[in-house]
């Protein structure tokens, strides 16, 4: 596998093992990465289910604010298209953001670590600007990262510019 980022998103994986980059040996283990990132995070709710119930409970609030001002199908396609972004360490989990049956709320990070929120969106006929805050830790401030998305001559959003704020 060659790439910059040292955990690709599962649908690049896919992508991959379909075309013939890689074995399937290592699409499986690259998915084991992501299959225990989902184990740890399930482990730890397990273990403070207070505080992950308030995560959830901020995550959907998060959800349902960007949703009712802008439509649920045009947030999970700016997810959708920010997940095939390089090097955007959040894509990891926004792989299955087009999917209409997981809860919109499931991409969004807004407490712990790590993050990821939307800030600002600028919805315009066939421009979006989209001021995000991701990553972090414990001693890591979160990166924000504001995108241009715009609509090529077949209606799907492309990300146009991307720039550190």
């Known amino acids: 596998m060659t790439t910059l980022d040292p955990v690709p998103?599962?649908?690049q994986l896919f992508r991959w093992f379909d075309s013939g980059r890689i074995t399937r040996e290592e699409f499986r283990t690259a998915m084991a990465v992501h299959t225990n990132e989902i184990?740890?995070?399930m482990e730890q709710a397990h273990a403070n289910p207070l505080v992950a119930k308030f995560n959830e409970l901020m995550n959907r609030r998060?959800?349902?604010?960007w949703s009712r001002k802008h439509g649920e199908?045009?947030?999970?396609?700016?997810?959708?298209v920010l997940m095939d972004e390089e090097r955007f360490t959040p894509a990891r989990w926004l792989w299955n953001a087009a999917h209409p049956h997981i809860p919109l709320s499931c991409f969004?990070?807004?407490?712990?670590t790590p993050m990821l929120r939307f800030l600002e969106m600028n919805v315009r006929p066939q421009i979006i600007t989209v001021l995000i805050e991701h990553g972090g830790s414990e001693t890591l401030q979160p990166t924000r990262e504001q995108f241009t998305l715009r609509r090529n001559r077949q209606t799907r959003l492309m990300v146009e510019r991307r720039e550190l704020m």
């Open 9 to 11: 998103t599962p649908q």
């Open 39 to 41: 184990i740890e995070e």
């Open 62 to 65: 998060e959800a349902w604010k």
């Open 73 to 80: 199908a045009l947030i999970r396609e700016i997810l959708y």
């Open 108 to 112: 969004f990070r807004t407490r712990g």
